[in-house]
């Protein structure tokens, strides 16, 4: 029998906890009927309070092995605390250097569930506000933030993010609707070791991405440097030209910003990572 017996007061959260106790301390996945048994519950209470922790994503079901497993939200509350208010103060300094070196804006975001939460504008002088200020929340899979940590996740996990098309939240009518889609997407991200989005967060600016991960390589943010998406005749997008507001224009190419500005931001997400005590 499972040591931790369930309290008899306020009966229904001990029995939540219980249940999300148990599947956690077990090696792999494991079936209702174990759980059942092992906690101390009826079949009919275990099956009620599963279907309730899978509502929430503290438990996925895998049908194919009829057994459950840890979802998402549980995975965030284990690491809710270098998410939150530590990685804040431990990223603030890299990122303003970075923000000094480039001239400008940079982004720390967290994942929460299928968004992202922008906890860190560093934004550059004179450089125009945007639209991912400190606080706001996005649809992950839309933006360099989202895509930098989901490429660094195992495919299951991001599947169990977006189990249908309802998942896929639309912004300027851009981005992946649909899992292969985005999943292709993010192995290439993968491949290059870095994300990006070009106009399908704000129309005109394009961002570059890299996860910072914890000890268990887990992402647990990303640094992101957003950039205008003209380019000026006689410069790339570093350094503009004194009359670059009456110069013709190009829209430059996502992969000519990644060649640019990818070493400094990797760098950042490497320094971060390094203080939550990532090895190289």
């Keep these: 029998m499972y040591s931790q017996s369930v309290r008899p007061k306020a ?4 029995q ?20 059942a048994r092992d906690v101390g519950l009826p079949r009919s209470t275990t099956y009620q309070l599963i279907t309730s922790l899978i509502d929430d994503g503290f438990l996925v ?3 194919e092995e009829r057994k459950y497993a840890l979802g998402v939200t549980a995975h965030e509350l284990g ?9 804040q103060r431990i990223a603030r300094f890299p990122l303003s ?9 940079a982004h720390l975001a967290v994942m929460h569930g299928r968004d992202v ?11 125009s506000p945007l639209v991912t200020d400190t606080g706001v929340r996005l649809p992950a899979h839309l933006t360099a933030s989202g895509r930098a940590m989901m490429a660094q996740m195992d495919p299951a996990q991001v599947a169990a993010l977006f189990p249908g098309p309802e998942a896929f939240a639309e912004r300027h009518s851009k981005g992946p609707q649909s899992l292969p889609a985005l999943q292709d997407l993010l192995a290439r991200a993968r491949s290059l070791g870095y994300a990006w989005e070009q106009d399908e967060v704000t129309e005109g600016f394009s961002s570059v991405a890299v996860a910072v991960l914890d000890r268990q390589r887990y992402p647990v943010a990303s640094v992101t440097l957003t950039v205008s998406n003209r380019a000026f005749p006689g410069g790339g997008t570093r350094h ?16 000519d910003v990644a060649r640019e500005w990818i070493p400094d931001v990797t760098r950042c997400a490497r320094e971060i990572s390094r203080r939550l005590g990532t090895q190289a």
């Design 11 to 14: 009966p229904a959260a001990a």
């Design 240 to 255: 503009r030209a004194k009359d670059a507001e009456t110069a013709e224009e190009r829209a430059v190419r996502i992969e």
């Design 79 to 87: 690491t809710g605390y270098s998410r939150q208010a530590p990685i």
């Design 97 to 105: 250097r970075l923000v000094a070196r480039t001239r400008r804006t």
């Design 61 to 63: 079901h895998l049908p």
């Design 16 to 35: 939540v906890l219980a249940v999300l106790r148990y599947v956690a301390g077990q090696a792999g996945p494991v079936s209702a009927s174990i759980i």
């Design 117 to 127: 939460v922008y906890v860190i504008e560093e934004r550059a002088p004179r450089q």
